[in-house]
C-alpha cells in the first residue's frame, strides 16, 4: 500500500523558515511528478510548488506558485523516495494545510495516478 507521510510543519513567526519533508512508503515502480499544495481555511487547495522527475539537467524542472516564488524551494531525492519544501520569509498568508502529492506507478504495466499525504499545519504567526 502506497503512503505518503508529511512532517516539518509547526508555528512559526513571520520571517522565519520551515523545511517540510513527504516520504513515500510502499511497493512503487516509479514516481513522477511530486509536489506540494495548500488549502487555507475557507479557501480552495492551490498548488505552491511542484517538480518533475528529471529535466533541466536532471534534477528536475520545477514550477512555482507566483506566491512563492523566490522564498520557497521544492527539492527531491530519488534514492530516498521524498520531496522537500523549504519555506523561507513566511508570511501569514502562508498559513494553511501542506499537502504532499505525487504520480506514482505501481507497476511498470500500470498508468501512473495520483497519491496525497495527510498534510501537515503551517501556521505563521504575525
Known amino acids: 500500500q502506497v503512503q505518503l507521510v508529511e512532517s516539518g510543519g509547526g508555528l512559526v513567526q513571520a520571517g522565519g523558515s520551515l523545511r517540510l519533508s513527504c516520504a513515500v512508503s510502499?511497493?512503487?515502480?516509479?514516481?513522477?511528478?511530486m509536489g506540494w499544495y495548500r488549502q487555507a481555511p475557507g479557501k480552495q487547495r492551490e498548488l505552491v510548488a511542484d517538480?518533475?522527475?528529471?529535466?533541466?539537467?536532471?534534477?528536475?524542472?520545477?514550477r512555482y506558485a507566483d506566491s512563492v516564488k523566490g522564498r520557497f524551494t521544492i527539492s527531491r531525492d530519488n534514492a530516498k523516495k521524498m520531496v522537500y519544501l523549504q519555506m523561507n520569509s513566511l508570511k501569514p498568508e502562508d498559513t494553511a494545510v501542506y499537502y504532499c502529492?505525487?504520480?506514482?506507478?505501481?507497476?511498470?504495466?500500470?498508468?501512473?495516478?495520483?497519491?496525497w499525504g495527510q498534510g501537515t499545519q503551517v501556521t505563521v504567526s504575525s
Open positions: 502529492n505525487a504520480e506514482i506507478r505501481v507497476a511498470a504495466t500500470m498508468r501512473g495516478s495520483d497519491y
Open positions: 510502499g511497493s512503487i515502480f516509479s514516481i513522477q511528478d
Open positions: 517538480i518533475t522527475n528529471g529535466g533541466i539537467y536532471n534534477g528536475g524542472r520545477t
